[in-house]
């Protein structure tokens, strides 16, 4: 790995003077060679590089004549010293220092001078002979480029006069190029190994409120977002806020990946989702979790390999956008980083997508619905209720399993159609649950029993699938404690109230009284940590951040929770929980205890 000196070596905490939305496509060029002009330069001295580095930035980004470019940073990505130490200059962004010429790339493509090519100078002048050193570290530097799995460099090497310059640019160093080609060119990386999809099962979804199918025939499209979220927030956070802030039927995105590469699945490959307007059925929505700066290589790549499986899945190439590129979607989604990715042909490595047919780990063909139950559990399910012949239970759908889960249909009532939803579901449970009373149509009694006696209750009730007296009571213990209206009927309220009570820390006293267990509940759904449960600035402006995000509204992230963070809160509370809760600014009990109910359901 090679060495890079960063940026604050040389320009302390000073940040660049601005950034550009113009596209960067490394790949299809490669890298240009500069020195640092005519004349000489001293380098007796680490400190005289440095010096040279700043004297060169301050002449980039200077309007006045007779030097200044008017540059928004450094217009160098890297720089390397006589004494071979590199040193980061603007880094892996598009750069400014190469002009506005093109060049023709192996296959015949015009590229950009800044646009395909990174810039990398060596400190030296024209009257001046590079040393072993700087040749070497230039060269250990462009095999580096060339191999990284995001914003990669192509083949092509240039000197700065090769763009058609009038310059003698990059002065002696020219007479090198040759040997600043990497020799032997670095060893291709081994096929990566597949990734998988964490299913909705894994990550503790909802059940969706209903579910719109679509087919692959009616698929053109595949569409890039970001949460514009904390890279911690998770999948359960986000579908609380659709389903219960937005009132949709469940997390709008198809897929979610993560900054780590893992992948969430959403609503799957062919279920519509609520993404992007008017672009629903036609495009598969998939969702970066994090800002715009928490974008990492690994979580391209696996959204790299979404698309290409998808066009497998499709049989057919599908048009890769982003959010903000859509017609009718006036929005910055998914950030500068993703969107110019996207534009730039989602380059990274070949990522195989484990699991098959609709998406989910199931696998099969494409046949059935998934997106409440697997493929695997509909074929023991039908097993269970005693179909013969019984299913081969391999999670691949096929005609038998299409008859199985009919014949099923048929026999808990609802209609026999072969797709596995929310109604099938229901039924399904209602006809294996038993008993007399309370609600079976999310959670069967004996799911429920068993739910109250893991919080505790005592005595515990028998898990006997029957309902009674005591499960009645147990019910409506547990629906205090997760802060729904104690009815005994275990219906999606109490089912959402239990899952976000489990999920977040879900034991606060609902007092309202702010301590250090309340704001560590807050820190942990928020994205703080460590969640030491001290409230202070960055606490305060993380909040301020997620109701910007969440709640919609226009703070300004300072740290300071005045009237209008106060305000704000209250009215993400009301929204997100339906609290009847004054929006008067004044942090007080009620808005405490709407807090600790909040975090105690994990909608917030």
């Not at 601005?18 to 790949?27: F, I, S, V, Y």
């Not at 928020?526 to 909040?543: E, H, K, M, R, S």
Request: proline letters at 6%; a negative charge.
């Amino acid at each position: 790995m090679v060495s890079i000196t960063p940026r604050s070596a040389w320009a302390g905490d000073e940040a660049p003077a601005g950034t550009t939305d113009l596209p960067w496509r490394p790949w299809k060029g490669g890298v240009a060679i500069h020195h640092a002009g005519s004349g000489t330069v001293p380098h007796e001295t680490r400190q005289d590089c440095l010096d040279i580095i700043l004297d060169i930035y301050q002449k980039h980004t200077s309007s006045l004549p007779p030097y200044g470019h008017g540059y928004d940073d450094i217009g160098y990505n890297y720089l390397v010293c006589q004494h071979g130490e590199i040193f980061e200059g603007r880094g892996a962004r598009r750069p400014e220092a190469n002009g506005n010429a093109y060049v023709l790339n192996g296959d015949g493509e015009a590229v950009g001078a800044n646009e395909g090519f990174y810039t990398i100078c060596g400190l030296v002048k024209s009257d001046q002979q590079p040393t072993i050193l700087m040749r070497d570290k230039i060269r250990e530097l462009i095999a580096s480029l060339r191999s990284r799995s995001s914003w990669r460099a192509g083949h092509m090497l240039m000197g700065h006069k090769q763009f058609g310059t009038s310059e003698e640019c990059p002065g002696n160093l020219f007479a090198y190029m040759d040997e600043l080609k990497p020799s032997p060119e670095p060893e291709p990386e081994p096929s990566p190994e597949p990734t998988g999809i964490i299913t909705r099962g894994e990550w503790g979804a909802r059940a969706p409120r209903s579910v719109t199918r679509t087919t692959w025939a009616e698929r053109t499209g595949f569409t890039v977002h970001y949460s514009y979220s904390p890279a911690t927030t998770t999948p359960r956070s986000i579908q609380n806020y659709h389903m219960d802030s937005n009132g949709w039927d469940d997390i709008g995105y198809n897929f979610l990946v993560d900054d780590q590469g893992r992948i969430y699945e959403g609503r799957g490959w062919l279920t519509v989702g609520a993404h992007a307007t008017g672009y629903n059925t036609s495009h598969i929505g998939v969702c970066f979790i994090g800002y715009n700066g928490d974008v990492t290589g690994a979580a391209k790549n696996v959204i790299r390999g979404l698309y290409l499986h998808a066009n497998g899945l499709a049989g057919k190439t599908l048009t890769a956008t982003y959010h903000g590129g859509l017609p009718g979607n006036s929005t910055s989604c998914p950030g500068a980083n993703l969107r110019e990715w996207v534009l730039g042909g989602m380059d990274g490595l070949d990522i195989p997508i484990g699991g098959g047919g609709d998406g989910h780990s199931g696998g099969g063909d494409g046949g059935g619905m998934t997106a409440v139950r697997q493929i695997a559990a509909q074929q023991k399910a039908v097993n269970e209720l005693g179909y013969s012949p019984p299913l081969v239970i391999d999670g691949v759908w096929g005609p038998n399993t299409d008859a199985g889960v009919r014949w099923l249909q048929n026999l808990v009532g609802v209609t026999a159609d072969g797709l596995w939803g929310p109604a099938t579901e229901d039924a399904y449970r209602a006809y294996v649950a038993g008993g007399g009373g309370g609600m079976t149509t999310v959670r069967s009694v004996a799911a429920q029993q068993k739910a109250v006696n893991e919080l505790g209750y005592s005595p515990p009730l028998v898990i006997d699938g029957v309902w009674g007296p005591n499960t009645d009571a147990g019910v409506r213990w547990l629906q205090d404690r997760v802060g729904v209206t104690a009815d005994g009927l275990w219906g999606p309220a109490t089912e959402s109230a239990y899952f976000g009570y489990i999920d977040g820390t879900g034991d606060l006293v609902v007092d309202g009284q702010l301590g250090p267990k309340t704001y560590a509940a807050l820190q942990s759904q928020i994205g703080v940590f460590p969640a030491d449960g001290v409230w202070g600035p960055q606490t305060a402006a993380a909040l301020q951040r997620h109701l910007n995000r969440w709640y919609g509204s226009s703070l300004v992230v300072d740290g300071d929770f005045g009237t209008a963070s106060v305000t704000a809160l209250q009215g993400h509370l009301r929204k997100s929980n339906g609290f009847d809760l004054a929006m008067d600014g004044v942090w007080g009990t009620a808005t405490t205890e709407a807090l600790q109910l909040a975090l105690n359901r994990g909608r917030f």
